[in-house]
């Protein structure tokens, strides 16, 4: 049985930072209300011209510095983004490029919020079938750049990062108790498409346009789906919350973590949170927190660890894995 294990993981936020004071001199807002609303207090913003695709290099030689593995080694990209730098091609073509990658397939894929476990689940699924044997999974966003920045219940929310792992398919016997990816879940529910949405695009108005939001709706079906699916992954594995150390959710707001959290039975020391210091980065949230979890020790060898996430469409889904 092939399962695809995770080597590394890596983070790339760009040097601008924009605190919440920062953004009180421009619009309506305070340090306060973004605070106790969501939970955060800075993000990354990307410089002029400094585009989605130079995030997603960044952190992909970032995670392949951390599994130790030379690019020639990759032969599979996907890479999760709402912000790609043109209409086509995908962006992660001219990450390919970038990166010095010969052979193997690159593209993107778009479920925004979800867009990580999107591509973790195609490019798990394309490693066990061996259609693949390294992979690159990334998720990348400019946010900043589909803002409306004088709208202040959502330009307040949102940041730019990526963050990436390197997958390699191995050998399991079949256990839960195996390292690697153990499944991945994915859902969506168009009903929910003019919840939360850009008001723009190619086929309509020709203009890349701006995020618009329903705040309250997409609360009440992050909390509730998040848990969801994090319950759908553990059940098919024959395992139980009590059985994960880590959750690494989607970074969208403290209070749909903790509500998420509470539904799970969970300690909040279990949830690893990033949003405070990088704000809701899209596709990018997921790995972000993963790699910072790597990064500072709190991942170890033989923990299950799930990845959840809502976005737009609806969609939303979930990554149950052991480290």
């Known amino acids: 049985m092939r399962r695809s294990i995770v080597l590394g993981s890596g983070a790339y936020l760009p040097e601008k930072v924009v605190s919440n004071d920062d953004l009180s ?25 400094e585009y989605t ?26 890479l999760a983004t709402a912000t790609p730098d043109n209409t086509f091609p995908a962006t992660a073509a001219r990450v390919q490029a970038a990166l010095g990658m010969k052979r193997g ?11 990580f476990i999107y591509a973790m689940s195609v490019a798990d699924n394309m490693l066990r079938l061996g259609q693949a044997t390294t992979a690159l999974v990334i998720g990348a966003e400019t946010f900043s750049r589909i803002l409306d920045w004088q709208d202040r219940s959502t330009c307040v929310l949102f940041g730019d990062g990526a963050g990436a792992v390197v997958l390699r398919a191995g050998g399991g016997g079949g256990t839960s108790a195996d390292r690697g990816i153990l499944s991945t879940h994915l859902f969506s529910d168009g009903n929910g498409y003019e919840m939360l949405y850009v008001d723009g695009g190619p086929s309509t108005t020709g203009t890349a346009g701006h995020l618009r939001m329903h705040g309250r709706e997409v609360f009440r079906h992050a909390v509730t789906r998040m848990a969801e699916a994090v319950e759908i992954s553990l059940r098919s594995n024959g395992l139980s919350a009590k059985d994960l150390d880590w959750v690494v959710p989607h970074q969208a707001n403290i209070r749909i973590m903790d509500s998420m959290a509470k539904k ?27 790699a910072a ?17 809502m976005g737009g469409g609806f ?6 894995l052991r480290w």
Do not use: Y
């Not at 397939?105 to 867009?115: E, I, K, N, R, W």
């Not at 979890?293 to 996430?309: C, E, H, M, V, Y």
């Not at 969609?315 to 149950?320: C, E, H, I, K, V």
């Open 25 to 49: 001199r421009t619009i309506d807002t305070s340090d306060e209300w973004i605070r106790q609303r969501t939970g955060i207090r800075q993000r990354h913003i990307a410089a002029e011209g």
């Open 293 to 309: 979890a790597d990064a500072d020790g709190r991942l170890k060898p033989g923990q299950l660890i799930s990845l959840t996430a």
């Open 53 to 78: 695709s130079h995030l997603a290099v960044n952190a992909a030689r970032a995670a392949l510095g951390s599994a130790g593995c030379a690019v020639d080694e990759v032969d599979l990209i996907v």
């Open 264 to 290: 799970l039975g969970l300690k909040p020391e279990q949830i690893v949170v990033t949003v405070d210091l990088q704000a809701n980065t899209s596709a990018a949230t997921i790995p972000l927190a993963l």
């Open 105 to 115: 397939a690159a593209f993107d894929v778009q479920a925004v919020c979800s867009g």
């Open 315 to 320: 969609t939303w889904g979930s990554a149950l």
